[in-house]
């Protein structure tokens, strides 16, 4: 065998790796301290972005709202103005495009607020729609507290009159409720189905959540795994070309990035692809 041979032979000999496309290099979802359970400013995690050689950064801290509801995990609504600013301030500060957004609960008494406050010009770029809480028979939940199907299908109502009310670019962790159920069974399939159907007919991108990777495993019939994201979610999510986005969801400015990995790896296993958050006029 001659040289040339020789190498021909070891070239084909290599595995082929498929040529997945590369994970977009942004962070869409970034709390501050003003939330109350996150460290740090939004200069720091700007910092952390550079570093991490991230090109784009979204700030979307627990949004503030008019009559104080839950405001022990949320700015207050004195502190709006200041987050704006310190956002404004990392992109000074390091070069790189920094988004002023907010992480908004999906409850419609308080889409006006969002709508005419938080999207107001100069205000926020973007809108991340989430579930906490939900109400079920005027009693509110928690999202990781997940009784039975007809708490299911209020948590599922909920989600998805965020994603039809047009006004959030994308829905952070929809698979919130796997923490909470940990069985793929009729009931899971028709909530993953609803919201998946809801989200490709709105084009609104569904948020793979790279928090739920570093939060505690919880206990399942298939044994421990993280609370989501939830394999089989995503798996209806691929089956109905749902567009996504994957955050590290960080709430400290070491983990700007953390997670990411996890993320691309799911969505590339299942064929997701990646869709683009939806920004207002600067
Ligand atoms: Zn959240
Ligand atoms: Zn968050």
Not at 3 to 16: D, G, N, W
Not at 176 to 196: P, T, V
Request: one cysteine or more.
């Amino acid at each position: 065998m001659d040289t040339a041979e020789f190498f021909h032979y070891i070239f084909s000999m290599a595995p082929v790796a498929p040529l997945a496309p590369a994970p977009p290099k942004e962070n869409f979802h970034t709390h501050t301290y003003r939330c109350k359970h996150a460290q740090a400013d939004s200069p720091d995690y700007a910092r952390a972005a550079l570093a991490a050689g991230m090109t784009t950064l979204g700030m979307s801290d627990h949004t503030p709202l008019p009559d104080g509801w839950t405001s022990s995990i949320r700015m207050d609504i004195e502190e709006l103005e200041g987050y704006l600013q310190a956002v404004r301030q990392a992109e000074i500060q390091t070069g790189i495009q920094v988004i002023p957004g907010m992480e908004c609960d999906i409850d419609a008494q308080y889409f006006p607020f969002y709508r005419d406050e938080l999207l107001a010009p100069g205000r926020c770029r973007y809108l991340i729609g989430a579930v906490h809480y939900y109400r079920h028979k005027g009693e509110l939940f928690y999202a990781a507290d997940i009784p039975g199907w007809a708490h299911l299908a209020s948590y599922t109502d909920t989600l998805i009159q965020g994603i039809t009310s047009g006004i959030f670019s994308f829905i952070a962790h929809p698979d919130h409720f796997a923490a909470d159920w940990d069985r793929w069974d009729a009931d899971a399939k028709s909530c993953s189905l609803a919201i998946s159907e809801a989200a490709k007919s709105a084009g609104i991108p569904l948020e793979i959540n790279g928090n739920g990777f570093r939060k505690q495993r919880v206990n399942s019939m298939s044994g421990p795994r993280p609370p989501y994201p939830w394999r089989p979610f995503w798996e209806t999510a691929a089956q109905c070309r749902v567009e996504v986005i994957a955050n590290s969801d960080a709430h400290r400015p070491q983990d700007i990035a953390a997670s990411l990995d996890e993320c691309a790896a799911l969505a590339q296993e299942l064929g997701l692809e990646y869709g683009k958050v939806r920004l207002t006029e600067k």
